[in-house]
């Protein structure tokens, strides 16, 4: 592998793919995303195309969320019961997501992805918690329903712009389900591992990442295990505050840098 890596990057890349890896795995450890809100905009800055940032970001999370899922249940965080509704309809919105990519255009895509994340910092901006429906649904079959259509949603949109899925399925969650952040991340995080695999195969079947992509994804996959442990760890230190504006700071770096190269193609 190592091989492979060295005859496509040089040694400044694979480091700064290794430092990449670690702040997203943090990333998808306190927070519950898959981390692509910060990885897709690093690849867009070092001249990466956007289809090819999404792809890298897609298969990446497939390490950090196995290895986060998995810490999250041996703490008794993650209720399987749950994640397993979630997960069947994450496989089936992100089995979409390489259509999607293949025939939508780098500007189409840029700015569906500035905006969503635009969205959510106005959302975590405004509210220091995700507002809940009076009547939370508490039906186990009306329950299930909402995990597989959340899933399946989410998995469309969220993975189609190379972000996992936490940012658009915890308000889901939190609303119509009454669940709280505690509960609603380790479930974020379960659903970027049917999510992400499944938009990983997607890709592949439609030409969009090739083994040069893969290569740069498996080490930043590989040094985000690093830092999920780093983030499940902090997350039962931080505080909501804490929490809140470390998330705030993420989406404005995310929105900067996606701008700056929307910026740059319309000037071309």
């Not at 992100?94 to 969205?119: K, P, Q, R």
């Not at 991340?185 to 990983?200: C, D, E, K, T, Y």
């Not at 990442?209 to 290569?215: K, P, T």
């Amino acid at each position: 592998m190592l091989t492979l890596l060295f005859s496509y990057f040089d040694w400044w890349q694979i480091l700064g793919f290794i430092a990449l890896g670690l702040v997203s795995g943090v990333a998808a450890g306190f927070f519950g995303i898959g981390g692509g809100v910060i990885i897709v905009p690093c690849m867009l800055l070092v001249g990466f195309p956007i289809q090819h940032a999404i792809g890298i970001s897609i298969v990446q999370m497939i390490f950090a969320s196995v290895f986060g899922s998995l810490l999250n249940y041996k703490k008794g965080l993650l209720d399987l019961r749950e994640g397993v509704f979630i997960g069947i309809g994450g496989v089936f919105g992100a089995s979409l997501s390489g259509v999607v990519l293949h025939f939508c255009s780098e500007l189409f895509l840029s700015l569906a992805f500035l905006l969503l994340t635009a969205i959510s910092l106005y959302r975590f901006a405004t509210k220091s918690k995700v507002a809940q429906s009076p009547s939370p649904i508490t039906n186990l079959y009306k329950k299930r329903a909402i995990l597989v259509l959340a899933g399946a949603f989410t998995g469309i949109f969220a993975i189609s712009l190379g972000i996992g899925g936490g940012l658009l399925i915890a308000p889901i969650l939190g609303y119509y389900l009454g669940y709280d952040s505690k509960k609603v991340v380790p479930l974020s995080l379960f659903f970027v591992v049917f999510s992400s695999a499944a938009g990983s195969l997607s890709l592949y079947q439609m030409d969009i990442v090739d083994s040069r992509l893969f290569g740069a994804a498996i080490l930043i996959g590989l040094a985000s295990i690093i830092g999920v442990s780093i983030g499940i760890k902090l997350i039962t230190k931080a505080s909501a505050n804490t929490h809140r504006i470390a998330l705030l700071w993420i989406y404005c770096f995310a929105i900067i840098a996606t701008s700056i190269k929307i910026f740059e193609k319309a000037l071309l």
